[in-house]
């Protein structure tokens, strides 16, 4: 099955400095990925739709300074969290759709842990 | 308005019992797809099953089944004889159009733990 593969799993950070998280479509093209922020005991909330070659869409809320998306190319989409603080200190969570698929689900990476200190 | 809801914010059941997980959902599309995920408490997603709106029969896969009245805009998973490691959050959640772009909305999700 399709494997999205994201780094770094897990990131403690000082509040100032920002944080690179990577999201990786290891054996399909992702024209599009998605990166969600789940808070604990809480839903994923959709951040922003990455789409390879152009800009990211935001959701209404979301800080587009604050959260850079990169989708480079068509296997690698990145977020940084730019100068972190501790209310964002959160679950980030990407996923990438593989088309071709007869159902269509999103395939997800394993998640980043950002702790801001 | 919430697009998808989930009114079980949590459930307990007797292990190799039969559970239903309840969603419903608000979509003017006529053209969109559901899903199930599943949530343990090591933050992964995985997915479950997948439902299309001009589906005509209910989805199914292994122990999970979606019981799809569209008409009722509902989508409840039914899980079969649970087992212990169903224990986990389930994430309903939808696709609304048919772009590659559509974007895939969770409801607020259920705890599941099952007894032994």
């Known amino acids: 099955g399709a494997v999205v593969s994201q780094h770094p799993s897990w990131v403690i950070c000082k509040s100032g400095t920002s944080v690179k998280i990577e999201c990786r479509s290891l054996?399909?093209?992702?024209?599009?990925m998605f990166w969600y922020r789940q808070f604990p005991k809480q839903s994923l909330m959709l951040m922003a739709t990455s789409n390879e070659g152009s800009k990211a869409t935001y959701e209404q809320g979301v800080e587009k300074d604050k959260f850079l998306i990169n989708h480079a190319s068509l296997t690698l989409s990145t977020l940084t969290v730019t100068s972190a603080h501790p209310e964002d200190s959160s679950f980030y969570i990407c996923s990438a759709r593989a088309t071709g698929f007869a159902n269509e689900k999103l395939f997800f990476g394993s998640g980043t842990q950002l702790s801001v200190l | 308005a919430q697009k998808i809801t989930q009114t079980q914010p949590g459930m307990f059941v007797q292990e190799k019992e039969a559970v239903t997980l309840d969603c419903t959902y608000d979509t003017s599309d006529q053209s969109y797809g559901l899903f199930w995920y599943k949530q343990p408490s090591s933050g992964e997603m995985i997915f479950l099953i997948y439902q299309g709106s001009y589906d005509e029969q209910n989805a199914t896969e292994g122990r999970y089944s979606l019981n799809f009245q569209k008409a009722r805009k509902s989508a409840n998973l039914v899980i079969s004889a649970s087992q212990l490691g169903d224990s986990a959050m389930y994430f309903c959640a939808m696709r609304e159009g048919v772009s590659s772009a559509s974007k895939i909305i969770f409801g607020s999700g259920t705890r599941l733990s099952i007894r032994p």
């Open positions: 054996d399909f093209q992702a024209t599009t």
